[in-house]
């Protein structure tokens, strides 16, 4: 498996943002997460966070799905822990184009052009405290720096793309070849996670791991090493 600083830094990086709390108080939350793994929220005036003091402890929920057939699964939820600051005007564009990523709101163009502004919307960022996670029989705490220094996987991506095809165009054979490596029938099988370092299989409710015989570099080396579980039986 991935280190598991990656993997929750690669949950994070694919996952929305789905509950704010503020001093143990939830509300509704609208947002994205940067670079570096940071939730950054979009506040309208009259909203909690707003006027928030620097002090106040937030909490962002970010959740992790895997759409297989018409049915919605979660596949990891991430807590990130730690104080919402104002973005730096500096930075202000970047942290608007990554809400924008997951949710377009044309309040983030007022909040550019009225930045600082009494009654415009505002930019804010987590200042990270630490992150709980729980994924599949995983769950932990990170600290902040173990957070923010590792990276996703450089692969995701194009993993993505390509597990979303084999989901949708080669059930047939992954079951078959999942069958082959198990030695035994097997029920409803889909591929649930796919990085540098392996292929996650969910078979019926359980999820089993094909480790790859040296990681991936690149995404010709991740469709090599997908094709050869599949082909290798």
């Given amino acids: ?11 994070a990086a694919t996952a929305s943002l789905t509950r704010l709390t503020v001093d ?8 994205g997460v940067d670079s570096r ?8 005036p ?11 402890v937030v909490a962002v929920n970010l959740t992790a799905t895997r759409t297989l057939g018409p049915v919605e699964h979660p596949r990891g939820l991430v807590e990130v822990q730690g104080w919402a600051l104002a973005v730096p005007e500096e930075e202000a564009r970047e942290a608007a184009v990554a ?7 044309e309040s983030l163009f007022e909040a550019l052009e009225r930045y600082g502004e009494p009654g415009a919307p505002r930019l804010l960022r987590m200042d990270v405290g630490q992150v709980v996670y729980l994924t599949g029989q995983d769950s932990g705490v990170l600290d ?14 194009a993993a993505e793309r390509v597990l ?57 080396c991740l469709e090599t090493a997908l094709r050869g579980l599949i082909c290798a039986c």
Avoid at 47 to 54: A, F, P
Avoid at 144 to 157: F, K, N, R, T
Avoid at 164 to 182: E, F
Wanted: glycine letters at 8%; aromatic letters at 6%; one cysteine or more.
């Fill in 1 to 11: 498996m991935p280190p598991i600083a990656e993997r929750i830094r690669t949950l």
């Fill in 24 to 31: 143990g108080v939830p509300f509704p939350v609208r947002g």
């Fill in 37 to 44: 793994g940071r939730p950054v929220l979009l506040v309208r």
């Fill in 46 to 56: 009259g909203e909690k966070l707003h006027g928030l003091r620097d002090d106040a």
């Fill in 99 to 105: 809400i924008a990523a997951d949710c377009a709101d």
């Fill in 144 to 157: 902040a720096d173990d957070y923010l220094d590792a990276v996703p996987d450089p692969l995701v991506e």
């Fill in 164 to 220: 979303a095809h084999m989901n949708h165009s080669h059930r047939p054979q992954l079951t078959g070849a999942v069958a082959a490596h198990l030695g035994t029938p097997v029920g409803e099988v889909w591929l649930w996670e796919l990085d540098r370092y392996g292929a996650t299989v969910r078979v019926d409710e359980t999820l089993v791991r094909f480790p790859w015989p040296v990681p991936a570099r690149s995404s010709t």
